[in-house]
């Protein structure tokens, strides 16, 4: 079993930074490739950035590719979501979820899911 606790959401003006973190309790996070998703009110959960269990391999979103980083530190069981350059449009719930097996950007493909963060990006 993976638990995942997301944090660092909040309010932030357009052009702004934030850095989400995922604190995760558990067996073998370091095996666990680890992603962030986000859900706007009345859409359905979409694909943000994932990371391969080592961080050698990284895939995004075309939406926010060259704004979002995603890291990881194994040794601290946390992964990181930094997020530079907002806009109103990137404003939903953030999720942070991990599996077994590499990246993936499908969230079927992840079997356990933090409770998720609001980031709030006003214009």
Known sequence: QVQLVESG???VQAGG???LSCAA???TFS???MGWFRQAPGK????TATISWSGGSTAYADSVKGRFTISRDNAKNTVYLQMNSLKPEDTAVYYCAARWGGVTTTPQGYGYWGQGTQVTVSS
């Open 9 to 11: 959401g909040g309010l």
């Open 44 to 47: 359905e959960r979409e694909f």
């Open 25 to 27: 309790s558990g067996r």
């Open 31 to 33: 095996s666990s490739a």
């Open 17 to 19: 930074s934030l850095r």
